[in-house]
């Protein structure tokens, strides 16, 4: 099994950007689709981004289109998610998972999950 770990979040104005990375090891990260999710305490995970296996293709939450962009390197076994014009409504922990069937939005089709990144939006 892939094991993932998030890094990039923090403490940000309303209208900055962010990068979050979340690299792999373990098993062999093109064959897997990932995708970004996020959770705020006491509410349900949300689905934020997927892309697929080699990067040609990509889903966005309704919420996120248009200002998040998802991509990957497999050369470095990392998977990344651009925020920009973030929110305060964007304010949750970022968790990155790995998925062996393809992408999907639905969390659990997912395998492998990260530990998860804090993401703070201040207004």
């Known amino acids: 099994q892939v094991q993932l770990v998030e890094s990039g979040g923090g403490l940000v104005q309303a209208g900055a950007s962010l990068r979050l990375s979340c690299e792999a090891s373990?098993?062999?990260?093109?064959?897997?689709?990932m995708g970004w999710f996020r959770r705020v305490p006491g509410q349900e995970r949300e689905f934020a981004a997927a892309?697929?296996?080699?990067?040609?293709?990509?889903r966005y939450a309704d919420s996120t289109k248009g200002r998040f962009t998802i991509s990957r390197d497999n050369a470095k076994n990392t998977v990344y998610l651009q925020m920009n014009s973030l929110k305060p409504e964007d304010t949750a922990v970022y968790y990155c998972?790995?998925?062996?069937?393809?992408?999907?939005?639905?969390?659990?089709?997912?395998?492998?999950w990260g530990q998860g990144t804090q993401v703070t939006v201040s207004s």
């Open positions: 998972a790995a998925n062996r069937e393809g992408i999907s939005t639905l969390g659990r089709y997912y395998d492998a």
């Open positions: 373990g098993r062999t990260f093109s064959g897997y689709a």
């Open positions: 892309i697929s296996w080699s990067g040609g293709s990509t």
